[in-house]
């Protein structure tokens, strides 16, 4: 009898541990009795029965996949080669496992099927050139897709990346010359831009240059008209009405200054000036006609 017994604690036992499923954080777990959805397991420790019981387990952490590479032709007829990648997680709620499990096959096939069809259909409709500058466009309209068709798959698209963009060997190296053409033809434009802002400065250069010299010119005009018209003035103020005869004197000084010698005559109005200023002795007109002319003093 305490055999019988020591058998059953035994069986119990080991039933209980056939019976010990652990969860770990990154999955949760889906529970059928006799093949039949019967409980949602959350990460940790959980029993279900022995044989009767089925547990499966779902990762809930993000994936990547990669939608295969293949030959797309583009609006301008011409074949590129196109590589995309998938990141997605199933959701962790209850809901979202079921249907993870329930409502797809395969979830990763469908998702790879999903995207190379859609992206046939997204760069079908573009040509080559703009497919490679509107990655940005494709991955949006892919994500977009992607999140709508499989809304009742219990999946989460985190984001879609376009990977490459490949034309055929003998089309890239033709528009690897357009662009090469394109940007030395921007670079001979920059130059020449360049080259006529240079030369459009130096001729302002000049021109400030020019009129600086022409407004330095009207200055010292401008000055000695001021000049002359201060002389004028003080003429006009210390010998009233006799400006003309300032001006003769102003030429007489000029001629002595180099020891000239002037005769002036004994009426000539700038007898007595000069005297003044330069020590010149008149001379009288001799009484004889033949007497030459003698400074005027007494004769003997």
């Known amino acids: 009898m305490e055999n019988l017994w020591t058998v059953i604690i035994v069986a119990v036992i080991l039933f209980f541990f056939l019976g010990i499923r652990i969860v770990r954080p990154t999955h949760r777990a889906l529970v059928e009795r006799l093949g ?13 029965i022995p044989v009767v019981d089925r547990m499966f387990q ?9 939608a ?31 249907n993870s499990q329930y ?17 046939r259909n997204i760069i079908g409709t573009l040509t080559l050139k703009s497919a490679n500058s509107e990655r940005g466009r494709i991955n949006k309209e892919l994500h977009g897709t ?29 528009m690897n010359k357009i662009v090469k053409a394109e940007n030395e033809k921007i670079a001979a434009v920059d130059y020449a831009t360049a080259t006529e802002t240079k030369a459009d400065g130096e001729k302002r250069a000049e021109i400030r ?3 600086g010299i022409k407004q330095g010119a009207i200055l010292r005009a401008e000055g000695e008209a001021q000049a002359i018209a201060l002389v004028n003035e003080a003429a006009e103020k210390y010998f009233v009405g006799n400006a003309q005869m300032l001006r ?16 002036v005559p004994t009426g000539s109005d700038l007898v007595n000036v000069l005297g003044e200023m330069t020590g010149i002795i008149p001379l009288r007109p001799p009484k004889d006609p033949y007497d030459k002319m003698t400074p005027d003093t007494k004769r003997i």
């Open 58 to 66: 779902i990762n809930i952490t993000e994936k990547m996949i990669n």
């Open 68 to 98: 295969d590479p293949q030959e797309i032709i583009t609006n301008d007829n011409l074949n590129a080669r196109v590589d995309a990648q998938v990141y997605f997680k199933i959701k962790s709620d209850e809901p979202s496992v079921k």
């Open 248 to 263: 003769r004197i102003q030429a007489m000084e000029t001629a002595l200054k180099d020891n000239a010698k002037i005769v």
């Open 103 to 119: 409502n797809v096959n395969n979830i990763e096939y469908q998702i790879v099927n999903l995207a190379r069809t859609t992206l």
């Open 146 to 174: 992607l999140l709508n068709e499989t809304s009742n798959w219990g999946i989460e698209i985190v984001r879609t990346e376009l990977k490459e963009i490949d034309p055929p060997k003998d089309v890239q190296e033709t």
């Open 209 to 211: 240059r020019a009129e």
């Open 36 to 48: 039949k959805y019967h409980h949602f397991a959350s990460s940790g420790f959980n029993w279900i």
